[in-house]
């Protein structure tokens, strides 16, 4: 069996409805480096919505499909740019089927660049002069303690002045994202604050669904920090856009 049909990028439905870039960013991001990942068009939910709901037998009936699913199509490897996402398979999936990533290999895409940098496969030659802090998504984060990728990441690239959030690491706030409906009011406390600290640097994060919600506020109420994708970052850096950000381009 190919690379391409064992490895899956597994996009996400955040991506797939409201940020289809990132997807885009990550393949070329993926096929510079040879790396085979299939995508598939009927790339099921994973479910993880589902388990914070309380519905719990509607999301074990969920589980058991989709394992089903990678099964059939022999997949031994995800990838995938999604906290909510990789959670979801470390943390639920293997509850129901304990063998579930022994049999898959599951990563999280920041894991995936890091180990490709400690490699010195991933090398940044192009000079990227912002100044930039980073917010640890709440999934990736305090619930699944990955800290240290995304970082080596964003220090890798030359010319980034790094600096951390009061709050970071398991002290991270909230982007707020998750409670815009029915609180929006206090979604928007939340999302400003970090917004304000970020002042007009870059606020990189490694979740979707935090840079979905950054964007929204940041429009909503004049913020003046940036925030960006991490994978957007990373494909700049590696010359695989001209510009920084997509309204630029």
Known sequence: MSDENSNMFFVGCTISYSYPRAAQLMTKILAKYGMKYGTYDDEPCCGG??????????AEEKVRK????????????????????????????????PNFDKEIEI??????????????????????????TYH???E????????????????????????????NLEYTQCCGGPIRIPYVQLRNILTKSILKEAKRNYLVTACPACYYNFRAV??????????IDLVELVAYALDLIPNLLEENE
């Open 49 to 58: 919505v589902l388990f914070k709901l309380g519905q719990s037998k509607e």
């Open 66 to 97: 989709n394992i089903q699913y990678f099964k059939n199509l022999g997949i031994k490897r995800i990838v995938t740019n999604c906290p909510e996402c990789y959670m979801a398979f470390k943390k639920e999936y293997t509850k129901i089927d």
């Open 107 to 132: 990563l999280h895409y920041t894991t995936l660049f890091a180990n490709l940098i400690r490699e010195k496969k991933m090398i940044f030659e192009k000079e990227v002069p912002i100044k930039a």
């Open 136 to 138: 640890d998504p709440c």
């Open 140 to 167: 990736l984060g305090r619930h699944m303690e990955i800290y240290e990728d995304p970082r080596i990441v964003i220090k890798a690239i030359p010319g980034i002045q790094f600096k951390e959030l009061k709050r």
């Open 218 to 227: 940041k429009e909503l109420l004049g913020a003046k920090s940036i925030p």
